[in-house]
Nanobody
Framework: QVQLVESGGGLVPAGGSLRLSCVAS????????MGWFRQAPGKERDIVAA????????YYADSVKGRFTISRDHAKNTVYLQMNSLKPEDTADYYC???????????????????WGQGTQVTVSS
């Protein structure tokens, strides 16, 4: 089992920045592919970014490319999502997810992840 705890959400004006953190515990962090998803009210939970177990490969949804950066620190068992140039449409609950590496550098489907955090709320005011 892997436990994931997110933090770093909050209220920020449009154009501002936030950094989300997700601390993993329970098993070897470096074995896991990690992802960040978000879910706005009334919408599905969609991929935002993903990172390979080594950290060498990343994926970004088109809507966040050039603004968000995913990274991981194996010494701290933590994955980060740096969010810059935030827009009101980035408002959502953000979730950290993990799964065992299984032959692919990263995964983009929510059904492909086995472990989830409780979420952290991000609100971007216009």
């Amino acid at each position: 089992q892997v436990q994931l705890v997110e933090s770093g959400g909050g209220l920020v004006p449009a154009g501002g920045s936030l950094r989300l953190s997700c601390v993993a515990s329970g098993r070897t962090f470096s074995n896991y592919v990690m992802g960040w998803f978000r879910q706005a009210p009334g919408k599905e939970r969609d991929i935002v970014a993903a990172i390979s177990s080594s950290g060498g490969y990343t994926y970004y949804a088109d809507s966040v490319k050039g603004r968000f950066t995913i990274s991981r620190d194996h010494a701290k068992n933590t994955v980060y999502l740096q969010m810059n140039s935030l827009k009101p449409e980035d408002t959502a609950d953000y979730y950290c997810a993990a799964r065992d590496y299984s032959g692919r550098y990263y995964y983009t489907g929510r059904d492909e992840y086995d472990y989830w955090g409780q979420g952290t709320q991000v609100t971007v005011s216009s």
